[in-house]
Nanobody
């Protein structure tokens, strides 16, 4: 069974920083992409940043220049450093990965349980 285990998050004042971490565990062959999404109350889940294997990261326009995603392929982890946080960054943040569990299986979506980030004004 594949799991994505998240850590980090919490409450911070506007202008502050937080770091989220996510680690993949279980039995699988490869991870083609890892990243972070978020969902604010009453809104759809949206992409924050992704780090495809062998390619450069992508960011939502709203976080460019403030957030940095970093991936450690040997450790199968992905971190999100969030600086200059704004109240509109408040959301539940979800780790995401595209994972193949065998040579005969196409990559599937896996999600972490979510971690709350709250930015006070």
């Amino acid at each position: 069974q594949v799991q994505l285990l998240e850590s980090g998050g919490g409450l911070v004042q506007a202008g502050g920083s937080l770091r989220l971490s996510c680690a993949a565990s279980g039995s699988y062959i490869s991870i083609s992409s890892m990243g972070w999404y978020r969902q604010a109350p009453g809104k759809q889940r949206e992409l924050v940043a992704t780090a495809p294997r062998g390619d450069g990261p992508t960011y939502a326009d709203s976080v460019k220049g403030r957030f940095t995603i970093s991936r450690d392929n040997p450790k199968n982890t992905v971190d999100l450093q969030m600086n200059s946080l704004k109240p509109e960054d408040t959301a539940v943040y979800y780790c995401h990965a595209l994972i193949s569990r065998s040579l005969y299986e196409s990559p599937r979506d896996y999600w972490g349980q979510g971690t709350q980030v709250t930015v006070s004004s």
